[in-house]
């Protein structure tokens, strides 16, 4: 069974940092992009940041570029997000998906998805 847990949300104030963390287990992800996606309230998920599990290619949506860092551990099967400069407009549910594909921005070409972890940036 294939599971994303995500961890580390919580209530930041504007200008500070959080570290999100993805564990994944139940399959092997070696050839997987994970993601990270969020969504607020009244919105639709948007994309934030990608990574392939070698680490080869990164994205990032251009709202979070200079702010986020997505980053992995193998050997831990665990993917990062480290928020830095955080912005009331990064309020959100923070989410991790798995997906074999190549078109990292689009939602539906993900397979697993986390639970989500709430942000919410205090201004």
């Known amino acids: 069974q294939v599971q994303l847990v995500e961890s580390g949300g919580g209530l930041v104030q504007t200008g500070g940092s959080l570290r999100l963390s993805c564990a994944a287990s139940?399959?092997?992800?070696?050839?997987?992009?994970m993601g990270w996606f969020r969504q607020a309230p009244g919105k639709e998920r948007e994309f934030v940041a990608a990574?392939?599990?070698?680490?080869?290619?990164?994205d990032y949506a251009d709202s979070v570029k200079g702010r986020f860092t997505i980053s992995r551990d193998s050997a831990k099967n665990t993917v990062y997000l480290q928020m830095n400069s955080l912005k009331p407009e990064d309020t959100a549910v923070y989410y991790c998906?798995?997906?074999?594909?190549?078109?990292?921005?689009?939602?539906?070409?993900?397979?697993?998805w986390g639970q989500g972890t709430q942000v919410t940036v205090s201004s």
């Open positions: 998906a798995a997906g074999n594909t190549r078109q990292v921005l689009t939602t539906t070409n993900y397979d697993y």
């Open positions: 139940g399959r092997t992800f070696s050839s997987y992009v």
């Open positions: 990574i392939s599990w070698r680490g080869s290619r990164i």
